[in-house]
């Protein structure tokens, strides 16, 4: 049994309390380990302790901070296949998807460290008068608080820009997936970083994110999550005039024109749909079609995505593994019968799968639906896991009326040759991020975040620098 442990001021510890949550694997249905079920003493200890080692950590020159990130990043190359392995066991996911994400990782780490050399701050001169000058102090003590989807991903997605900038970091992993955060803490330790600089608290979204949310001396949250989570977070820290970053769900819509390469938009949509297990905030759960090439596109994205090979996540023929939690499992389930009954047509999957040798374990085939309305729960909802809906338009109009027509903005994809076509589009579309003949091309440096309900504020390059740091203006009279 895998037993997982804090890491709290430099060392690896059970919760205070001594209290633990189980852990399963998904992909057997069964509890293979232990977290701790951390609480407000765990908290009070973490916030101490970081607010110990921000002094030192804050003001430490920036060549020293990047030299320990950037082995913690080499750290993560080196131990690649471990944390890949227990990512998969722990999520479900792929292997080989995870070993790619691990590669992610250890680039979130080398990308924030490195940009934190680069990062100047900007003079205003008043000529005759004065100079001004822009300081970005370290704000403190902060909370990073991410999801089970891609775990170590998004872990070091978040906690990279607020070290690199200086703060001291409480980081909260979901307590469904808490492995790759566990080993990332002994990567921590043999990289040398100052104890204190990074507390790593397991346990419940309550016990844990919620103290820290309310907690009067951490500064700022981050938070990845779902949407009903994010308001509520709002709701406890806008009161108290903390700084919020909220990257929150997605309903995304994926639209094919006529004039597209349909080879590519077939063979992108079939990964952008159901890529771990669809459970990624960017996947394009919605897919609408010209009517001139419906029928085409229906035919064979069906026919692909009956052929996706659903299994064992260590196997690497896999290309659809197990949903993450028994709670999630249901819950898609839940939405597919419930599109039965709002009249969709299960063009394919629409059911739970048995996986041999792995029979306790919760899989669910790739689901395409057919026939929905743009206000049935099932299109305007986001549902998580392997479903999409497939729905053919007429014009350019009506696919942007109904692209925006859920309360969700995060990320399109557009598959067209016609350039000017594509750009008007990309302008019209309700969502922060619009992918052009592509999808999920990431590079590190452009804003990254959601519209509407799907977020608050951008990561991503100097953004995420920003939003960890406070301004503030000097003025200099000549
Ligand atoms: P949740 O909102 O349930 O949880 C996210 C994190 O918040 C977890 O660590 C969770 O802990 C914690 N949490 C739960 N309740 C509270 C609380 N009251 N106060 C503070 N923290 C709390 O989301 P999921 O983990 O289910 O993740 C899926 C969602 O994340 C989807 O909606 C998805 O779209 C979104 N997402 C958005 C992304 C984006 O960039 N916009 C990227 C990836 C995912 P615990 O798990 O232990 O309960």
Request: hydrophobic content about 40%.
């Amino acid at each position: 049994m895998l037993k997982i442990q804090n890491y709290l001021d430099g060392a690896l510890s059970d919760a205070i309390d001594n209290q633990i949550i189980d852990n399963f694997n998904p992909s057997k249905g069964v509890v293979y380990g232990s977290i701790p079920n951390s609480n407000e003493k765990d908290v009070e200890k973490a916030v101490k302790s970081a607010e110990e080692a921000f002094p030192e950590w804050g003001v430490l020159n920036n060549e020293k901070r990047f030299k320990i990130m950037n082995r913690i990043a080499e750290l993560i190359d080196a131990n690649r296949d471990e944390l890949a392995k227990a990512e998969s066991m722990d999520q479900g996911k792929p292997l080989w998807l995870a070993k790619n994400e691990m590669i992610r990782a250890a680039q979130n780490m080398r990308f924030f460290a490195t940009a934190a050399m680069q990062y100047a701050s900007d003079s205003h001169i008043m000529p005759g008068h004065a100079i001004n000058y822009t300081q970005r102090h370290p704000l403190g003590v902060v909370a990073c608080i991410s999801p089970w989807n891609l775990p170590l991903y998004l872990f070091t997605w978040k906690i990279a820009p607020a070290l690199a900038t200086g703060n001291c970091v409480i980081a909260k992993p979901s307590e469904i997936t808490p492995a790759t955060a566990f080993l990332f803490s002994k990567l921590c330790i043999e990289a040398g970083l100052p104890k204190g600089v990074l507390n790593i608290l397991h346990g419940t979204g309550p016990s844990v994110g919620g103290v820290l949310v309310a907690h009067p001396r951490v500064k700022a949250i981050s938070f990845t999550g779902g949407t009903n989570t994010g308001r509520h977070i709002a709701s406890v820290a806008a009161p108290m005039f903390k700084k919020l970053s909220l990257e929150l769900g997605g309903k995304n819509p994926n639209i094919i024109f006529d004039d597209a390469d349909l080879d590519k938009a077939i063979a992108t949509t079939v990964n952008s749909s159901f890529m771990n297990q669809g459970e990624i905030c960017l996947c394009g759960s919605r897919i609408y079609v010209h009517r001139k090439v419906y029928d085409q596109i229906k035919q064979r994205f069906v026919e692909e995505v009956s052929k996706l090979k659903i299994g064992d996540p260590l196997n690497d023929q896999t290309k659809v593994g197990a949903i993450v939690s028994k709670p999630h499992f249901d819950k898609i389930l839940g939405y597919i019968d419930l599109a039965k009954q709002e009249g969709a047509t299960i063009l394919t999957g629409g059911h739970a799968v048995t996986v041999n040798g792995l029979e306790s374990g919760w899989y669910i085939a790739p689901t395409i639906l057919e026939g929905l309305g743009k206000n049935s729960v099932c299109n305007l909802e986001e549902i998580f896991g392997p479903v999409v809906t497939l729905t053919p338009f007429d014009s350019e109009e009506e696919v942007l009326e109904l692209a925006n027509s859920t309360e969700y903005g995060l990320a399109a994809t557009l598959w067209t040759q016609n350039l000017q076509r594509a750009h008007r589009m990309a302008s019209k579309i309700e969502s922060g991020i619009v992918w052009i003949n592509c999808w999920l091309l990431r590079d590190l440096r452009t804003p990254f975040g959601g519209m509407k309900n799907s977020g608050v504020g951008r990561e991503g390059g100097f953004n995420a620098m920003n939003f960890f740091t406070e301004q503030q203006n000097v003025c200099v009279k000549l």
